[in-house]
């Protein structure tokens, strides 16, 4: 029985030194390789979508958020951002007399998607394409700083506040 052991205890150090098994390196472990993915991933991309009509822009998200979840693609975060306002006036031909004026609101929502394959981009593209409404455009950019905080309304008497503290010579300083 004894020597069953030691030679079960050989062919498992063996075959842990096989160069199948074996990454080369003594402080990561085999596992790490298995885990990486064989397809490429892109990076983070946020889909921003944008649109003059609320309520289509707002239940079209919500569709295309289940669409990603259900291709099992990870939805990092979804925000809308604040709605710009437009000014647009129309002109009487060949005159500089205002015709009409309109008072328009654009509309922003953004899904962030991680972990996206290669192989499944084309495919959410092609849906995308398919099933967007009329009025509603789509942009697909990677993810930058500044897309996170253009989401948020800066908070004006919280600036002023600052401005009046800076004025007086900054924040007190405690020993």
């Known amino acids: 029985m004894n020597v069953f052991r030691r030679s079960l205890k ?3 150090i063996k075959s842990l030194l096989n160069n199948r098994n074996y ?4 402080y990561e472990p085999d ?3 298995g885990m990486k993915s064989k397809i490429p991933l892109y990076d983070t991309l946020n889909i921003q979508l944008r649109g003059y009509d609320f309520p289509v822009l707002e239940s079209y998200q919500k569709y295309l958020h289940n669409i990603i979840k259900n291709m099992d693609i990870e939805v990092e975060d979804a925000w809308a951002c604040p709605a710009q ?5 129309t002109y009487k031909p060949q005159s500089e007399i205002v ?5 328009l609101q654009l ?3 953004t899904i962030q998607i991680t972990d996206l394959t290669t192989l499944q981009l084309p495919i959410l593209f092609r849906v995308i394409e398919a099933t ?5 455009t789509m942009n697909v950019v990677n993810h930058e700083e500044f897309h996170e905080e253009e989401r948020y309304v800066p908070d004006s008497e919280l600036n002023k506040l600052k401005d009046e503290l800076e004025q007086m010579g ?5 020993k």
Do not use: C, H
């Open 10 to 12: 050989r062919n498992f």
């Open 23 to 26: 990454s080369g390196s003594l």
């Open 31 to 33: 596992y790490l390789e």
């Open 85 to 89: 306002d437009l000014q647009v006036s």
């Open 99 to 103: 015709n009409a004026q309109y008072k």
């Open 107 to 109: 509309f922003n929502r």
């Open 132 to 136: 967007l409404p009329v009025g509603v």
């Open 170 to 174: 900054g924040p007190s300083k405690k």
